[in-house]
């Protein structure tokens, strides 16, 4: 019976831990050539809140665990202030994992990198950003004021350094 009652509360706590639930139906895509991602404000991987730059001019979107590897892989190899040398910021969603890996394993490892890593950690609140995105493959927008001005996915940290590097912007 003890056992039982054991199995029964591990798979509740299980349950009870996973973020995963029903996208709202009527969530309006927010990663739209024209859509504004100005006063956006993230909290970092050490929960410290930043608001979008107005300097900034590039965000790298990363929806799923492996496009943030393949991001965070690039980023390690360069020097801590790369992004803001770029004027780029870079946004993982962490969202669709459970609570408890979340907490446990994703947050505590987001704390070892040199790079400000923003985090989408609110199903909620990362939903308009994932509705209609190819969340499998990194997504670079370029801002000017805010506005997003052109969106393109990648599959590859060449052709991320390529995007982040390319100084011609396409107002």
Partial sequence: M???FMAFLLMMSIIGCSSKGEEPIDVKPKLVLGG?????????????????????????FAFSKDVAHTCNDFFVTKEADYLAKNHTQF???????????????????????????????????????????????????????????????????????EAIENTKQQF
């Fill in 36 to 60: 504004t991602l100005q006063n956006l404000t993230l909290n970092d991987q050490f929960e410290k809140p930043h608001t979008i730059k107005a300097d900034t001019q590039k965000i790298v």
């Fill in 2 to 4: 003890i056992k039982f």
């Fill in 91 to 161: 946004i993982a969603d962490v969202s669709a994992a459970p609570s408890l890996v979340r907490s446990m394993f994703i947050m505590p490892g987001l704390k070892d990198f040199k790079h400000t890593v923003l985090i989408l950690d609110d199903e909620t609140k990362a939903a308009p950003f994932r509705k209609d995105a190819e969340v499998e493959k990194i997504i670079i927008v370029t801002i000017n004021n805010g506005t997003i001005t052109t969106l393109n996915t990648l599959s590859t940290a060449k052709e991320l350094q």
